[in-house]
């Protein structure tokens, strides 16, 4: 499920987390090549993607187990 950026925290291993209006987390990393975010290593790249979305693992996950198929 799609949820949308609110804002950011760094973790305990200084890793970028993204917040997601849903109340969930998401890391962020610029890990190439397994993951392309360059807008993740600058505040201002950061800040250009709040209210953009990205997909909610957890809450696809608590889908599921309200609605199982």
């Known amino acids: 499920m799609e949820q949308m950026i ?3 925290h760094l973790d305990e ?3 970028w987390v993204a917040q997601l209006q849903c109340g969930h987390s998401q890391h962020v990393r610029h890990n190439p090549p397994w993951m392309n ?3 993740v290593i600058t505040e201002a790249g ?3 993607k ?3 979305k ?3 693992v957890k809450c696809d996950d ?3 187990t309200r609605n199982p198929v």
């Open 6 to 8: 609110i804002g950011y």
């Open 13 to 15: 291993e200084n890793d």
């Open 37 to 39: 975010r360059e807008w």
């Open 46 to 48: 950061r800040q250009s």
């Open 50 to 52: 709040i209210g953009e």
């Open 54 to 56: 990205l997909e909610c």
């Open 62 to 64: 608590q889908t599921l």
